[in-house]
């Protein structure tokens, strides 16, 4: 059976920058990636790779970070002051902050500068503008 959009599937990965780092893996988590194919639950490269495998298959793919993260988005790098931030937190450069907006959603945002009264925080993707490489291997295709 050939995996086609609407499968739902569980698959076993490790996703490593150009430079070798792993970045992700299912090993990680103890558990398979489980998704529903074309559905946009993961990230475009990957969606799109899977599509035409078999179960048992095993695929090694790089994607571009137009069908990743996408390029960091300049505007998404903003000045704030330090009294809006979390006082119960060790404030340096390279500190990863979760934000909370108020429809919900969380966003992790990384201290890029910090000094007496305001810290720089980049809200892009961590993986934003980096090219995804992915060994990826098709463990389940779920009825």
């Known amino acids: 059976m050939v995996i086609k959009k609407g499968d739902k599937i569980k698959v076993s990965y490790e996703g490593t920058l150009d430079d070798g780092t792993v970045f992700d893996s299912s090993a990680n988590h103890n558990k398979l990636l489980e998704f529903i194919v074309g559905s946009g639950q993961v990230i475009k490269g990957f969606d799109e790779a899977v599509m035409g495998m078999k179960k048992g298959q095993e695929k090694t793919i790089k994607i571009k970070p137009s069908e990743a993260y996408g390029e960091p988005n300049p505007q998404l790098i903003k000045k704030v002051p330090l009294d ?47 090219t995804l490489n992915f060994k990826i291997k098709i463990e389940e295709i779920c009825k």
């Open 84 to 130: 809006d931030l979390p006082k119960d937190k060790k404030l340096d450069k390279g500190t990863v902050l979760v934000i909370n907006f108020p429809n919900g959603m969380q966003l992790p945002a990384v201290i890029k500068e910090i000094d007496k009264k305001e810290a720089t925080l980049d809200l892009n993707h961590p993986l934003a503008g980096k």
